[in-house]
Nanobody, 124 residues
């Protein structure tokens, strides 16, 4: 079992920055591909970013490439999402997720465990 708890969401003006954190329980954190997804009101949940088990490979949605950066600290069982140059369209609930397979990092159906989410609101 893996439990995931997100933090760091909030209200920010367009152009600002936020750093989301996800704390994971369990001794096998380094065996999981970790991802961030988001869901805006009235829209489906979508992929944002993912990072491989040892942090060697990262993956991003086109909409956030160059603005967001995912990282992880396996010693602390933490994964982060640094979000810069935020836009109103980035407003959503952001979810952290863990994937034991890691073959399709952008596919939410591959993820076994999910956090409760943290709200990010970007004002114009």
């Amino acid at each position: 079992q893996v439990q995931l708890v997100e933090s760091g969401g909030g209200l920010v003006q367009a152009g600002g920055s936020l750093r989301l954190s996800c704390a994971a329980s369990g001794r096998t954190f380094s065996s999981w591909t970790m991802g961030w997804f988001r869901q805006a009101p009235g829209k489906e949940r979508e992929f944002v970013a993912a990072i491989s088990r040892l942090g060697v490979s990262t993956y991003y949605a086109d909409s956030v490439k160059g603005r967001f950066a995912i990282s992880r600290d396996n010693a602390k069982n933490m994964v982060y999402l640094q979000m810069n140059s935020l836009k109103p369209e980035d407003t959503a609930v952001y979810y952290c997720a863990a994937d034991s397979v890691g073959r399709a990092p952008a596919n939410m159906n591959q993820y076994n465990y999910w956090g409760q989410g943290t709200q990010v609101t970007v004002s114009s």
